[in-house]
């Protein structure tokens, strides 16, 4: 079956970096999505990758390997905002989204 | 998790024609749906908000004749894209809320590449 793994909550510090991980098992591999939602919001697109590497985007970078089936979403210099649900999806072979559960990212003072 | 199915997961239509995308919850009964439209690497765009038994809440700039909303059971949402224009393909996704257990969680399908000709 298809398969989306991150770890549900994860809390870090202002101003401190913390690494979301994403590992995937699907049927097919068109790319991978990162999103932030906050509650009772719609998600916000943060990044695509479709190739092996790390691509930087202000504080916020995104990392795939295809040969491991895993992503990382890195946040830098954590602010209060960040506080929110990160979530990764997949699009299979037949651009259908696969979803992960989300990761609830709690920033502490 | 919850698992929230989408159908079909592609049709091409031609244009002036309509089109019904169906979204269910599987396991779990929804009193609310969402429907989202995803732009090429951009945000997912809410649509409306779809609640059994009641009329959709649509987002302002959404043509409510042109994009229908039933929401007719706790498990089944649809979106009829009515007299369907080049413009209108794109990539609809919906998602089903959940808060069974004192939880209040989202719940995405897997999406619809929709393509008009």
């Known amino acids: 079956g298809q398969n989306i793994d991150q770890p549900t909550e994860m809390t870090a510090t202002e101003g401190a970096i913390v690494q979301i991980n994403c590992t995937y098992q699907t049927s097919g591999f068109n790319g991978l999505f990162w999103y932030q939602q906050h509650a009772g919001e719609a998600p916000t697109f943060l990044s695509y990758?479709?190739l092996d590497g790390l691509e930087e985007k202000g504080r916020f970078s995104s990392f795939l390997s295809r040969s491991k089936g895993y992503s990382y979403l890195l946040l830098k210099e954590l602010q209060m905002k960040d506080s929110a649900s990160y979530l990764c999806a997949v699009w299979d072979s037949n651009y259908q989204l696969i979803w992960g559960a989300g990761t609830k990212l709690i920033i502490k003072p | 998790g919850a698992v929230v199915s989408q159908h079909p997961s592609r049709v091409i239509c031609k244009s002036g024609t309509s089109v019904k995308i169906e979204c269910r919850s599987l396991d779990f009964q929804a009193t609310t749906m969402f429907w989202y439209r995803q732009f090429p690497k951009q945000s997912l765009m809410l649509m409306a908000t779809s609640n059994e038994g009641s009329k959709a809440t649509y987002e302002q700039g959404v043509e409510k004749d042109k994009f229908l909303i039933n929401h007719a059971s706790l498990t089944l949402s649809t979106l009829t894209v009515t007299s369907a224009h080049p413009e209108d393909s794109s990539f609809y996704i919906c998602s089903a809320r959940d808060v069974r257990g004192g939880i209040d969680e989202q719940f995405f399908g897997p999406g619809t590449r929709l393509t008009v000709l």
């Open positions: 990758n479709v």
